[in-house]
């Protein structure tokens, strides 16, 4: 899994990172860093994932910097079912946001 780190989320690994959901309608929930380059510090990233995808973000660690030519990030677990998550990150990918991830298991803590 540490391998997750270091690489862009893709459809294979993307699977990979609630594997450990039985059903499809079951909840989970995985913690992500999502990289947010300047051209999209004014958009809604995060609010498209709770509309749009029905999706429970909890914010843990954000750093954005309006006034720099730097890329912001921010560290969230999304919470749903498989199919929900799923296509949240799908709906990540198509913007070309630089995601890394590693599942949420009792007792883990972020890594980079």
């Given at each position: 899994?540490?391998?997750?780190?270091?690489?862009?989320?893709?459809?294979?690994?993307?699977?990979?990172l609630v594997?450990s959901?039985?059903?499809?309608?079951?909840?989970?929930?995985?913690?992500?860093?999502?990289?947010?380059?300047?051209?999209?510090?004014?958009?809604?990233?995060?609010?498209?994932?709770?509309s749009?995808?029905?999706l429970v973000?909890n914010?843990?660690?954000?750093?954005?910097?309006l006034?720099?030519n730097?890329?912001?990030?921010?560290?969230?677990?999304?919470r749903r079912?498989?199919?929900?998550?799923?296509?949240?990150?799908a709906?990540?990918?198509?913007?070309?946001?630089?995601?890394?991830?590693?599942?949420n298991t009792?007792?883990?803590s972020?890594?980079?």
């Amino acid at each position: 899994m540490a391998a997750l780190n270091n690489q862009k989320i893709n459809s294979q690994t993307r699977l990979s990172l609630v594997s450990s959901v039985k059903e499809k309608s079951q909840v989970t929930q995985i913690r992500l860093r999502i990289y947010i380059p300047i051209s999209y510090l004014q958009a809604p990233v995060i609010s498209q994932l709770i509309s749009a995808y029905g999706l429970v973000v909890n914010i843990i660690k954000a750093m954005l910097q309006l006034n720099t030519n730097k890329e912001g990030y921010f560290d969230i677990e999304l919470r749903r079912t498989v199919s929900q998550i799923s296509r949240g990150l799908a709906y990540l990918e198509s913007l070309n946001l630089r995601i890394v991830g590693k599942p949420n298991t009792d007792g883990d803590s972020w890594f980079y």
